[in-house]
């Protein structure tokens, strides 16, 4: 099956700078990489996703890149504020699946120093 | 619309006890799933749903059960609770297929098992 690993588990930047995370999946046959904030107390939600014909993904302040010869896809944040403080999980799909077949990552604390 | 609730929010059990958690999703999403999380270890699938009446295990299935009588609930049964299963649960909800859709989670159960 596949296997998703994430770093770095935690991750403390100062408000304005950037964050990175990078997720790195096992099975070539994976097509699908979203990306899950989870706030304190709540769960996760969706806050970006790529397929595997494309390269990058931008959201405004977010943005997503896959590298499918490396088989890693890595998160960026840019001017990072106090809200962006929280749990961040990547996943992985394999193709001709539903969500049923969603591998996620460890995850990683990402605190936002003010 | 609601989106997923569950229910409780928090629950104290003793070891051999048993007792269900309650999922329900008003968006008419056919595939359901349930999830544990524990420190470290990211989000792991217990039990999915395709479909009313189908039911599939995930990477952690044992000590649970699942049924699906409705599109609507999705409920999960400890049958006899051990203190593994300490642990964050959560149900998420998507509609069907291999098309990318927005997988929606659930606020989440913490169960303590003494």
């Known amino acids: 099956g596949e296997n998703v690993e994430q770093h770095p588990s935690t991750l403390s930047v100062q408000e304005g700078d950037s964050a990175v995370i990078k997720c790195t999946y096992s099975?070539?046959?994976?097509?699908?990489f979203p990306w899950y904030k989870q706030e304190l107390g709540k769960g996760p939600q969706l806050i970006i996703d790529?397929?595997?014909?494309?390269g990058e993904k931008k959201d405004q302040r977010i943005a997503v890149t896959l590298n499918k010869t490396a088989k890693h896809f890595s998160l960026h944040i840019t001017e990072t504020q106090p809200e962006d403080s929280a749990v961040y999980f990547c996943a992985a799909r394999l193709s001709n699946f539903g969500n049923e077949k969603l591998t996620f990552g460890t995850g990683t604390r990402l605190t936002i120093i003010p | 619309n609601a989106g997923v609730t569950q229910t409780p929010k928090f629950q104290v059990l003793k070891t051999g006890q048993s007792m269900t958690l309650q999922c329900a999703q008003d968006m008419n999403h056919e595939y359901m799933s349930w999830y544990r999380q524990d420190p470290g270890m990211g989000l792991r699938l217990i039990h999915y749903s395709v479909g009313a009446g189908i039911t599939d295990q995930g990477e952690v299935p044992n000590g649970y059960n699942v049924s699906r009588s409705t599109t609507e609930d999705f409920p999960l049964r400890l049958l006899s609770a051990a203190p593994s299963q300490t642990s964050v649960y959560f149900c998420?909800?998507?509609?069907?297929?291999?098309?990318?859709?927005?997988?929606?989670f659930g606020p989440g159960t913490r169960l303590t098992v003494l």
């Open positions: 099975d070539s046959a994976s097509n699908y």
């Open positions: 998420a909800s998507s509609s069907g297929g291999p098309s990318y859709n927005e997988q929606f």
């Open positions: 790529i397929r595997s014909n494309v």
